[in-house]
């Protein structure tokens, strides 16, 4: 079994940053392909950004391009994401997912593993 641990959440004033983490352990995910998802209160959750195993692959949604920067350690069991220039609509829950399959265009929405959650909070 694998647990994901999201960390870094927080409020922050628009223009802001933060650096959201997420800690893999029990069963090694260094072949997975890890990444974000969030969800906003009354909306679907949204896939924001991944990355593969090797770290040579990180697809984003386009609403986080150019503002957020997704990376993993040299371990492979712990990924980041790094958010600047935060806007009030990124507020929302952030979740951190694991998966073993090829990563595409984004990580799927039935990933493998998945944390809990860490609230992201921007106001205006």
């Known amino acids: 079994q694998v647990q994901l641990v999201e960390s870094g959440g927080g409020l922050v004033q628009a223009g802001g940053s933060l650096r959201l983490s997420c800690a893999a352990s029990?069963?090694?995910?260094?072949?997975?392909?890890m990444g974000w998802f969030r969800q906003a209160p009354g909306k679907e959750r949204e896939f924001v950004a991944a990355?593969?195993?090797?770290?040579?692959?990180?697809p984003y949604a386009d609403a986080v391009k150019g503002r957020f920067t997704i990376s993993r350690d040299y371990a492979k069991t712990t990924v980041y994401l790094q958010m600047n220039n935060l806007e009030p609509e990124d507020t929302a829950l952030y979740y951190c997912?694991?998966?073993?399959?090829?990563?595409?265009?984004?990580?799927?929405?039935?990933?493998?593993?998945w944390g809990q959650g860490t609230q992201v909070t921007v106001s205006s």
């Open positions: 990355i593969t195993w090797d770290g040579n692959y990180t």
């Open positions: 029990g069963r090694s995910i260094r072949n997975y392909a």
């Open positions: 997912a694991a998966d073993s399959r090829p990563l595409g265009q984004r990580l799927p929405g039935n990933s493998d593993y």
